[in-house]
């Protein structure tokens, strides 16, 4: 079993990726901007993207995190549509 099938991985990489964009996901289901099926969705995309190891790498930096996250990142549209909401 590699890393791309660890869903306990990518859920915190998802979290963790929204929390550099300044996103709370508990607290976006919480006030309604997103529900648990949208959650879900991106740990999907997350799981199928292929770059954990990147992002656990960017998630592992010290230091201020820059409110951006790789072009590529399939939950990036999402995120920073949450992100306007907060």
Do not use: Y
């Amino acid at each position: 079993m590699g890393i791309e099938s660890n869903l306990d991985l990518h859920f915190w990489i998802t979290r963790g990726m929204a929390r550099r964009m300044g996103v709370n996901l508990t607290k976006g289901v919480q006030e309604g901007d997103l529900t648990r099926a949208d959650v879900a969705a991106m740990v999907t995309a997350c799981r199928t993207c292929g770059r954990s190891e990147f992002c656990l790498a960017l998630l592992s930096e010290r230091g201020p995190a820059p409110n951006a996250l790789p072009a590529d990142c399939p939950n990036k549209p999402a995120l920073e549509s949450l992100r306007i909401v907060h």
